[in-house]
């Protein structure tokens, strides 16, 4: 886990509410990634970034949205929280698109 | 639809007996092939990477990698009981946007 930092770690929110989860490397990576895994569907991608301001949708993006303004941060932005988004999200870095990527320690959210 | 599947298990092996883990990919233009290890409610840590048809060895893992019949495997040798874990298979395509692919992880439960 080292250079990438999850925050909250932790968070239970309301239905229909926003949540912002954060992710902060500083290897200086240039993708970055928010992954959601859940019993039964494994890792599954939900937005990805190529660089500042690039970013592009995965397999599950329907209700989340990212931002990327900065090099070392990637938000991921809940616009209104459902209870089918309870789940623990992964943020994982790369140098490249297709090399090994890196995890953060993850976030469990649990919306209500 | 590029596919990654693994046996979901458990597979339980004796302390100090060769765990052997699988996983087949549905598409042949696969690039590179990455093996993840994640312990429960911990995030997935990369283990080992493999691009070249053959065996690649690290410590007391191997990873097989065979893109003739689809498939890619990963050995532990001297099997502990610090090795029950999750493994994830993972591969990337070689299209540019091509995102690395997760299969759902195989459990693995070493018997003392």
């Known amino acids: 886990d080292a250079g990438i930092t999850q925050s909250p770690r932790h968070k239970v929110t309301e239905t229909g509410t926003p949540v912002t989860l954060r992710c902060h490397q500083t290897?200086?990576?240039?993708?970055m990634y928010w992954y959601r895994q859940d019993p039964g569907h494994g890792l599954r991608l939900i937005h990805y970034?190529?660089?500042?301001?690039?970013?592009d949708k995965g397999e599950v993006s329907d209700g989340y949205s990212v931002s990327r303004s900065k090099t070392e941060d990637f938000l991921l932005t809940l616009e209104s929280a459902t209870s089918s988004q309870t789940s623990v999200y992964f943020c994982?870095?790369?140098?490249?698109?297709?090399?090994?990527?890196?995890f953060g320690q993850g976030t469990r959210l649990t919306v209500v | 639809q590029k596919e990654v599947e693994q046996n979901s298990g458990p597979l339980s092996v004796p302390e100090g007996a060769i765990a052997s883990l699988n996983c087949t990919y549905s598409?042949?233009?696969?690039?590179?092939f990455f093996w993840y290890r994640q312990y429960s409610g911990k995030s997935p840590e990369l283990i080992m990477f493999?691009?070249?048809?053959g065996d690649k060895e690290d410590g007391r893992f191997t990873a097989q990698l065979n893109k003739a019949s689809q498939y890619v495997s990963l050995l532990i040798r001297d099997s502990q009981p610090s090795d029950s874990a999750t493994y994830l298979c993972?591969?990337?395509?070689?299209?540019?946007?091509?995102?690395?692919?997760f299969g759902k992880g195989t459990r693995l439960h070493i018997l003392p």
């Open positions: 493999i691009y070249s048809n």
């Open positions: 993972a591969v990337s395509w070689v299209a540019r946007d091509d995102k690395i692919i």
């Open positions: 970034s190529y660089g500042v301001k690039d970013t």
């Open positions: 290897e200086n990576h240039r993708y």
């Open positions: 598409d042949r233009g696969s690039q590179s």
């Open positions: 994982a870095i790369s140098n490249s698109m297709n090399t090994e990527a890196f």
